[in-house]
T-cell receptor
Framework: IAGITQAPTSQILAAGRRMTLRCTQD?????MYWYRQDLGLGLRLIHY???????GKGEVPDGYSVSRANTDDFPLTLASAVPSQTSVYFC????????????FGQGTRLTVV | AQTVTQSQPEMSVQEAETVTLSCTYD???????LFWYKQPPSRQMILVIR??????QNATENRFSVNFQKAAKSFSLKISDSQLGDAAMYFC????????????????FGTGTRLQVTL
């Protein structure tokens, strides 16, 4: 089934540890995004990528990094996790050329303790 | 930068009744898209309805319809004949039109409205 997959679905992480959230899509979408969802704040853009090999910063990029080595994968890395990074993280993808709407993954609930 | 405001953190509706969720936005652009997303307890983000700014006709999808007032920058969602399965968090979102690079293709979300459906 075509779609976008995130892993893990949930994780408890000790502060200071490094963590990579995985995101894979099989729809050949050129654009991919990472959002974080926090109560009362909605979803905010962390990083994005318009095409393989390029990335850019969103609204709340500090403490996060991304890479886009190929079309399908867009991992999000927390180099040294802090409690304020406790959130639900969503990956999304979109085919901007055909102006289709974004597909979202099922989200990763991350708790930093 | 665009902003999206949802002023109702929580709403409640009785089953089979009608409810309207409010959304306002701010933008200097003339061409854009507006969306309502539903997020049930499963956490999945589900697109409910989409409106193109250049279309004057309000979008409708079965029991879901919008009231799009471009001059007022208002985009409310009406749910008719509410069902228990409509209980969820609803997000209003904005996206620039066109094929822009950078963050132009991103979605800007409101803070959400939690809808409860009672018997």
């Amino acid at each position: 089934i075509a779609g976008i997959t995130q892993a893990p679905t949930s994780q408890i992480l000790a502060a200071g540890r490094r963590m990579t959230l995985r995101c894979t899509q099989d729809m050949r979408h050129n654009a991919m995004y990472w959002y974080r969802q926090d109560l009362g704040l909605g979803l905010r853009l962390i990083h994005y990528s318009n095409t393989a090999g390029t990335t850019g910063k969103g609204e709340v990029p500090d403490g996060y990094s991304v890479s886009r080595a190929n079309t399908d994968d867009f991992p999000l890395t927390l180099a040294s996790a802090v409690p304020s990074q406790t959130s639900v993280y969503f990956c999304a993808s979109r085919a901007t050329v055909s102006n289709t709407e974004a597909f979202f993954g099922q989200g990763t609930r991350l708790t930093v303790v | 930068a665009q902003t999206v405001t949802q002023s109702q953190p929580e709403m409640s509706v009785q089953e089979a009744e009608t409810v309207t969720l409010s959304c306002t936005y701010d933008t200097s652009e003339s061409d854009y898209y507006l969306f309502w997303y539903k997020q049930p307890p499963s956490r999945q983000m589900i697109l409910v309805i989409r409106q193109e700014a250049y279309k004057q006709q309000n979008a409708t999808e079965n029991r879901f319809s919008v009231n799009f007032q471009k001059a007022a920058k208002s985009f409310s969602l009406k749910i008719s004949d509410s069902q228990l399965g409509d209980a969820a968090m609803y997000f209003c979102a904005y996206r620039s039109a066109g094929l822009g690079t950078g963050t132009a293709s991103k979605l800007t979300f409101g803070t959400g409205t939690r809808l409860q459906v009672t018997l």
